[in-house]
């Protein structure tokens, strides 16, 4: 999966997750499957977002035979990576 990033600094709402699954990762029945499986896993790391944040998660097709629990990890890991190069990016900005 892939993970976007965007954070508004002076925004004191909630961080919000946007889901894009593609008919890359297979037939309707597939799709809605890895989308409820990422909104769950989603709801776990927000915690971890910064306040205004804004993440959209794009789907690979690997995503559809993945598990949940593969999944949740990946997630984790990308929401990781993308917090610490959007921080890296608003530093750089400055």
Same mark, same amino acid.
């Given at each position: 999966?892939?993970?976007?990033?965007?954070?508004?600094?002076?925004?004191?709402?909630?961080?919000?997750?946007?889901?894009?699954?593609?008919?890359?990762?297979?037939?309707?029945?597939?799709?809605?499957?890895?989308?409820?499986?990422?909104?769950?896993?989603?709801?776990?790391?927000? $915690?971890?977002?910064?306040?205004?944040?804004? +993440? @959209?998660? /794009? =789907?690979?097709? %690997?995503?559809?035979? &993945?598990?949940?629990?593969?999944?949740?990890? $990946?997630?984790?890991?990308?929401?990781?990576? +993308? @917090?610490? /190069? =959007?921080?890296? %990016?608003?530093?750089? &900005?400055?």
């Amino acid at each position: 999966m892939v993970v976007h990033l965007a954070l508004d600094p002076e925004s004191e709402r909630a961080p919000q997750v946007g889901l894009v699954v593609s008919k890359a990762v297979g037939n309707a029945v597939h799709r809605n499957q890895v989308k409820r499986r990422l909104r769950h896993a989603s709801r776990a790391h927000l $915690d971890g977002l910064p306040a205004g944040a804004l +993440a @959209v998660v /794009r =789907a690979l097709p %690997a995503s559809a035979d &993945a598990s949940y629990a593969e999944l949740d990890r $990946d997630l984790g890991r990308c929401f990781d990576r +993308a @917090v610490i /190069r =959007a921080s890296e %990016a608003a530093k750089g &900005a400055r």
